[in-house]
């Protein structure tokens, strides 16, 4: 709240990023831990986000600073921690993943 940034969520996926596109700005968060693991699979959603995003001049992260348009991805069923947003929102957080 501090930095300005304030928390939407309305728990649809296609609702939330559309949101982000049409806004111009924000970041969209799917996190994971060792307790709870991410819910979205790679291959069918997250790598979707990834391609418009990067398309839409946006940026998307996933573990160890990697982009997500060079994840390589395992397996129809991979679930991955990521961020996709503007690029200088991105890169504000991607310290976190």
């Excluded at 790679?42 to 986000?49: H, I, K, P, R, W």
């Excluded at 940026?59 to 348009?69: A, D, G, P």
């Amino acid at each position: 709240m501090r930095r300005g940034f304030t928390l939407r969520y309305t728990g649809g996926l296609v609702v939330d990023f559309y949101h982000l596109l049409l806004k111009g700005h924000g970041i969209f968060c799917n996190v994971a831990s060792n307790k709870y693991k991410a819910k979205l699979r790679s291959f069918y959603e997250v790598a979707c986000l990834a391609f418009l995003i990067d398309k839409a001049g946006g940026k998307s992260v996933t573990s160890k600073n990697l982009s997500l348009m060079e994840y390589q991805i395992n397996s129809y069923d991979d679930r991955i921690a990521f961020a996709v947003g503007s690029h200088k929102e991105v890169e504000a957080i991607a310290y976190l993943f």
